[in-house]
């Protein structure tokens, strides 16, 4: 969904378009994707705590759906700001609980793996999508979107929901059936006595151990942790890149080959970054992963930096154009490695079952309030920096997370969730 205007841009601001859309226009046509992540990350967090992560991810889908098919009936561009605003909400809602529902379904083993492996699907859907953008109408790219999130839903309807929200609603039997469902060869009931224990021991504290709760050094130093990263997330510039990528290689000068065509390639390096990321998540541990992501895609900046300079001095620009595109591949690449996989693994980690609502609540707003103002300073920010100072803001701006993942971020590789909120409360963290 965030790859789709990539393509688009061109054609909605072209005097030939139906509907041609100014680029005032085309800005809020990108930016409400992430302004409705703001409602989205609220009642998602919401839904969770009263439905189970499970039925919040199905109710994900049905927003993603309505932004489909408001994009197909489109004949103003009135259509499109409620179809991307449809579309953010859809997004902000499954961003709040897909990484919790993974960590309630996974084992202690591959759980790091099967967020990065979800993660994954981000970059398969751009390249997919930059792919349709590239051979097909924005309408009918928007009908075979429709279609797989109808089959989204009907695959979720079918699934169990997590056997932590059952454990909570009491369904003893139905809990057992999901853990037999999830964890095939598990000793079921042994899974659910220590699942149970674990569950009821938090249940049986009052609103006024909650609100303590809210409040203790733990949670506090897990929040900051939470909203540092996600804030990174966000800043990484993977907005700028997903939206405006084949703008940004027609500055850039790019004749080898078609912009559109390099678009794709690109993509494609995003599933080789999340195949190394599924490898490595739960073997060389999440403070590797985001330091390495951080400085490759810092450097991916710097090239891009690099590029614009150069040209700006007179270069001829198809001896330099080889560095723009080296510069997204490795942006690409690095970045689903670590930056996008590893905040949502954290987050899925580092918080009770109790303080999850919470913790996605506030982190998903925050994630919806600096992607929407990212995506929509962009273009302000282009025309009175230049590419050659805005992408080394960008570089400068996302070094300084090295030294917060290297001294602030606890590992959590190979610990239970259980282990890992013992060792929080007790300010012991495994590095």
């Known amino acids: 969904m965030g790859a789709w205007s990539s393509p688009y841009v061109s054609q909605l601001t072209s005097p030939e378009?139906?509907?041609p859309v100014t680029m005032s226009q085309m800005s809020w046509v990108v930016s409400l994707l992430n302004l409705g992540r703001?409602?989205?990350?609220?009642?998602?967090?919401?839904?969770?705590?009263?439905?189970?992560?499970?039925?919040?991810?199905?109710?994900?889908?049905?927003?993603?759906?309505?932004c489909w098919f408001f994009i197909i009936v489109a004949n103003s561009v009135e259509w499109l700001y409620v179809a991307r605003f449809c579309g953010g909400i859809?997004?902000?809602?499954?961003?709040?609980?897909?990484?919790?529902?993974?960590?309630e379904i996974a084992e202690t083993s591959n759980r790091g793996a099967l967020v990065a492996l979800a993660t994954s699907g981000v970059p398969?859907?751009?390249?997919?999508?930059?792919?349709?953008?590239?051979?097909?109408?924005?309408k009918t790219t928007a009908m075979i979107s429709l279609a797989l999130c109808v089959v989204l839903i009907v695959l979720f309807v079918y699934l169990p929901e997590s056997p932590h929200h059952l454990i909570k609603k009491n369904l003893d039997e139905k809990a057992k059936s999901s853990i037999r469902w999830y964890h095939r060869d598990c000793d079921v009931e042994l899974e659910f006595i220590a699942l149970r224990?674990?569950?009821?021991?938090?249940?049986?504290?009052?609103?006024?151990?909650l609100l303590k709760d809210l409040?203790?050094?733990?949670?506090?130093?897990?929040?900051?942790?939470?909203i540092v990263l996600t804030t990174y997330n966000q800043l990484s510039?993977?907005?700028?890149?997903?939206?405006?990528?084949?703008?940004?290689?027609?500055?850039?000068?790019?004749s080898v080959i078609e912009p559109a065509q390099v678009v794709i390639i690109v993509m494609a390096f995003g599933i080789v970054g999340s195949g190394v990321s599924m490898f490595l998540m739960d073997r060389c541990g999440r403070k590797m992963l985001m330091v390495l992501s951080c400085i490759g895609v810092t450097l991916s900046w710097c090239l891009l930096t690099i590029e614009f300079h150069l040209l700006s001095f007179g270069y001829d620009p198809k001896s330099v154009e080889t560095v723009s595109i080296v510069a997204m591949c490795t942006f690409y690449t690095t970045v689903f490695i670590g930056i996008l996989p590893v905040p949502l693994?954290?987050?899925s980690e580092i918080f009770a079952p109790h303080l999850k609502c919470v913790a996605a609540c506030l982190t998903s707003i925050l994630a919806g309030v600096v992607s929407f103002l990212t995506a929509f300073t962009y273009l302000p920010l282009l025309s009175a920096l230049s590419e050659r100072y805005l992408f080394l803001f960008y570089a400068l701006l996302l070094a300084t997370a090295i030294p917060f993942t290297i001294f602030c971020v606890p590992e959590t590789k190979g610990l239970s969730l259980q282990e890992i909120q013992s060792k929080l409360v007790g300010k012991k963290f495994q590095e």
């Open 38 to 66: 703001l409602f989205g990350a609220i009642g998602g967090a919401s839904c969770i705590n009263y439905l189970g992560s499970k039925t919040t991810i199905l109710i994900a889908s049905m927003p993603m759906a309505l």
């Open 215 to 226: 409040r203790t050094v733990h949670f506090r130093k897990s929040m900051l942790i939470g």
């Open 237 to 254: 510039g993977i907005n700028h890149i997903l939206f405006y990528m084949e703008s940004i290689l027609t500055s850039a000068k790019i």
């Open 197 to 209: 224990k674990f569950i009821e021991d938090l249940g049986k504290q009052r609103l006024s151990n």
């Open 90 to 103: 859809g997004v902000g809602t499954a961003y709040s609980c897909f990484s919790f529902y993974l960590g």
């Open 345 to 347: 693994a954290m987050l």
């Open 17 to 19: 378009f139906p509907f």
């Open 124 to 138: 398969i859907g751009n390249l997919v999508m930059s792919i349709m953008g590239a051979y097909l109408p924005m």
